[in-house]
């Protein structure tokens, strides 16, 4: 009979991916200000996500520090971009600092503002879109995603866990527009480390 890894939470937490000094130093100082970022695991996703897709033009709602975004700039091909949008004007320019530290200065671009209303100026479109803000700004945010996405493109969610994001989860889930599956998850070092993350790409 097949038998389950014991203590699995402990187990898995020896897979932990590496991190450069940069990320290490963003994880400690996010520690000590109690800066709600992914974390190494959903860092590894969110590249592995976006290099897999291939995206070129990636949407982030929710910058903070910048760790999240670095993950994702890092798994651009030439001439990709990362255009992310954050509230806080003080994150905003510690995350433009830490792009100009890990050499991405030229790939991302930090929009300050309510993210709703920045997507709402948008035309663009773009390959992947990565939602990280205030839950209770996920459902509205939605129709948004679906206009700024592609056809086919991939759309990430953190946090669906939260009760914040009971709206979101269950339109998407009903929707037309999106095949989506909520995945609760075991995730070392993220914020919280159980929590749920939702995938969805546009289907019409
Ligand atoms: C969970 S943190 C983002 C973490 C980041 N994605 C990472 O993992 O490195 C959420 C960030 O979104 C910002 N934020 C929250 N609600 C927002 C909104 N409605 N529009 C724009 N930014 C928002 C907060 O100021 C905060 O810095």
Redesign the pocket.
């Known amino acids: 009979m097949s038998v389950m890894i014991p203590e699995m939470e402990d187990y898995f937490r020896g897979f932990i991916p590496p991190r450069d000094a940069l990320l290490l130093e963003l994880e400690e100082e996010a520690a000590r200000e109690s800066i709600?970022?992914?974390g190494p695991v959903v860092g590894e996703f969110l590249y592995i996500l976006a290099r897999a897709t291939g995206a070129k033009k990636i949407l982030?709602?929710?910058?903070?520090?910048?760790?999240?975004a670095i993950y994702l700039a890092r798994a651009l091909p030439d001439g990709g971009k990362v255009i992310t949008?954050?509230?806080?004007p003080d994150?905003a320019s510690r995350a433009r600092a830490n792009f100009l530290k890990a050499g991405l200065a030229s790939r991302v671009k930090v929009r300050e503002g309510?993210?709703?209303e920045s997507m709402a100026a948008m035309t663009e479109t773009f390959d992947l879109i990565f939602l990280?803000?205030?839950k209770e700004?996920y459902a509205p945010a939605l129709p948004h995603c679906r206009r700024l996405l592609k056809l086919g493109g991939l759309l990430l969610v953190d946090n669906v866990g939260f009760a914040g994001a009971d709206a979101f989860n269950r339109e998407i889930f009903a929707a037309k527009s999106w095949r989506a599956v909520h995945l609760l998850s075991f995730l070392p070092q993220h914020s919280p480390e159980k929590d749920a993350l939702t995938l969805a790409v546009r289907v019409e």
Not at 60 to 67: I, K, P, R, V
Not at 85 to 88: F, K, S
């Open positions: 709600p970022i992914v982030e709602l929710g910058t903070a520090s910048g760790y999240s949008l954050e509230l806080n994150m309510q993210a709703l990280d803000i205030d700004s």
